[in-house]
């Protein structure tokens, strides 16, 4: 990636050098960027104009409607299970999947958002330690920093959604 810099418009003297690409959500991009002291942060870069509006969480729908259809729920969880899978294939745990941080367009596209409590693992062994995310949503394992946890904690997300 050649380098980048980003400078907040509402913070002149602060500048960021983009490391690399943690996540992509709905409205924006989660990246691994270094302050000018090399301090690591995730920056989310929310972006300003989108193709579709995503403002209908899943969440939404189901609380202005009460319930879905056993149609809608496969074409969902479909799409919901080929974006996990795509976040995981890239070494991305997103530890707060809920119907909240699911957003549906007009289209009835699906996309995954909020990526503020996701992780990169480096390696095939590294288990993440940190209790986070939403309690009715998480694996039991989750609880248990002395265990850790891997994607299998993001799958239980998703039998709890479905």
């Known amino acids: 990636m050649p380098q980048q810099i980003i400078r907040p418009t509402n ?7 983009v ?14 960027v270094a302050n000018r002291a090399n301090e690591l942060f995730a920056l989310k870069a929310i972006e300003k104009k989108t193709e ?6 899943l969440f939404d729908m189901v609380y202005n409607r009460g319930e879905l259809t056993e149609a809608e729920v496969r074409l969902y969880m479909i799409q919901l299970i080929d974006a996990i899978s795509y976040m995981h294939d890239s ?22 958002g ?19 995310g939403t309690l009715p949503y ?22 709890v959604i479905m």
């Open 91 to 112: 070494n991305i745990l997103h530890r707060d999947l809920k119907p909240d941080n699911i957003f549906m367009s007009d289209d009835l596209d699906l996309r995954v």
């Open 114 to 132: 909020d990526f503020g409590l996701s992780t990169e693992f480096t390696s095939t062994d590294e288990r993440a330690r940190t209790p986070c």
């Open 19 to 32: 490391l690399q690409v943690l996540g992509k959500g709905s409205f924006g991009i989660c990246l691994k």
């Open 52 to 57: 579709q509006n995503y403002d209908v969480s």
């Open 11 to 17: 913070r002149p003297n602060e500048e960021y050098n």
């Open 138 to 159: 998480m694996a039991p394992e989750m609880l248990k920093p002395e265990v850790g946890y891997r994607y299998e904690a993001d799958i239980w997300a998703i039998g």
